[in-house]
Structure formats: structure tokens, C-alpha cells
Nanobody, 124 residues
Framework: QLQLVESGGGLVQPGGSLRLSCAAS????????ITWFRQAPGKEREGVSC????????NYADSVKGRFTISRDNAKNRVYLQMNSLKPEDTAVYYC?????????????????WGQGTQVTVSS
């Protein structure tokens, strides 16, 4: 079964940057569309950014457009989320999730495989 592991979270000041990484063990990510989700305390899980299998299609939540960039390196079996100009409202646990398919969906129920999450805290 595909297993995903996120890394790169941490504490950062407003305006700072972080790069999250999603790695897969044993299975290649080539066959999967990947989405980054986040969940803040007391809020529903929301889709942040999605990237298609070959990286040709991407999608972003309005709240992160122009600040976050998703990318993937299939040779390294990794997907990244570069987060710039971070705001306190970006504070959440960030998850990567995978689904077999070509369409860049950002609804949690469309995803079969999930990582454990990595905490991102934006605070001064």
C-alpha cells in the first residue's frame, strides 16, 4: 500500500517561507495525482494545492494563490509545496494525499492515501 511521509513543517514568522516535502515509500508516485491539504484546529480539512501525475496541471486554493507553489520530481519520488509570504492564518497541519487518476481534484473524499501530516505554525 502506498505510504506517504510529509516533512518540512515548523515554526516561522509572518512573511517567512517553508518548503514542505511529500515522499512515497516503496511505490512510485508517477501514477498518482497529489494534493496538499491542511486542517486548522476547529476547521474542516481544505485542499491547498494539487498537481497532476506529470505535473502539467496544477490548482490552488484562492487563499494561497501567488504565495504557494506546488511541484513534483518523479525521479526522486517527491512532491513539494513551496510556501512564501506566510500568514498566521496558514497555521495548520498539512497533509499530502494521493489518488490514482488524471484529474486535479481538491476534495478530501477523492483521496485514498494520506500521510500523517506536518505542523506549520506561523507566529511572531
Amino acid at each position: 500500500q502506498l505510504q506517504l511521509v510529509e516533512s518540512g513543517g515548523g515554526l516561522v514568522q509572518p512573511g517567512g517561507s517553508l518548503r514542505l516535502s511529500c515522499a512515497a515509500s516503496e511505490f512510485t508516485l508517477d501514477y498518482y495525482t497529489i494534493t496538499w491539504f491542511r486542517q486548522a484546529p476547529g476547521k474542516e480539512r481544505e485542499g491547498v494545492s494539487c498537481i497532476s501525475r506529470r505535473g502539467g496541471n496544477t490548482n490552488y486554493a484562492d487563499s494561497v494563490k501567488g504565495r504557494f507553489t506546488i511541484s513534483r520530481d518523479n525521479a526522486k519520488n517527491r512532491v513539494y509545496l513551496q510556501m512564501n509570504s506566510l500568514k498566521p492564518e496558514d497555521t495548520a497541519v498539512y497533509y499530502c494525499a494521493a489518488r490514482v487518476g488524471f484529474v486535479c481534484e481538491m476534495e478530501p473524499q477523492e483521496y485514498n492515501y494520506w500521510g500523517q501530516g506536518t505542523q506549520v505554525t506561523v507566529s511572531s
